[in-house]
């Protein structure tokens, strides 16, 4: 089994940014990668973002693509996206999620919810506009 838990989201005006962090415990050898998705009010949860963790390959989706970056810390087995320039539109629930599986973390057309074996309880982001 592996624990996540995410951190750091809040209420911040367009234009801010905002660090989020995911910390792995548990079983972290097992999976291949974390992913952050999100999801807004009345939508579907999203993916924006994955890294690899054998290699620490990063994607992007497009709509966050030179706004965030995600970036890892292996000695604490925590991930972070950082999100600059945040937009209205930036405004959901994040969620950072584990997959055992490496096939979902190689394209962001490839992070399907039910792809994904592990899953933190999630954090706000509100971007005020």
């Known amino acids: 089994q592996v624990q996540l838990e995410e951190s750091g989201g809040g209420l911040v005006e367009a234009g801010g940014s905002l660090k989020l962090s995911c910390t792995a415990s548990?079983?972290?050898?097992?999976?291949?990668?974390i992913g952050w998705f999100r999801q807004a009010p009345g939508k579907e949860r999203e993916g924006i973002s994955s890294?690899?963790?054998?290699?620490?390959?990063?994607y992007y989706a497009d709509s966050v693509k030179d706004r965030f970056l995600m970036t890892r810390d292996n000695a604490k087995n925590t991930v972070y996206l950082q999100m600059n320039d945040l937009k209205a539109e930036d405004t959901a629930v994040y969620y950072c999620?584990?997959?055992?599986?490496?096939?979902?973390?190689?394209?962001?057309?490839?992070?399907?919810?039910?792809?994904?074996?592990?899953w933190g309880q999630g954090t706000q982001v509100t971007v005020s506009s």
């Open positions: 890294i690899t963790m054998r290699d620490g390959k990063i």
């Open positions: 548990g079983f972290t050898s097992t999976y291949n990668g």
């Open positions: 999620a584990a997959a055992t599986d490496a096939t979902p973390l190689l394209h962001i057309a490839n992070m399907r919810v039910r792809s994904f074996d592990y």
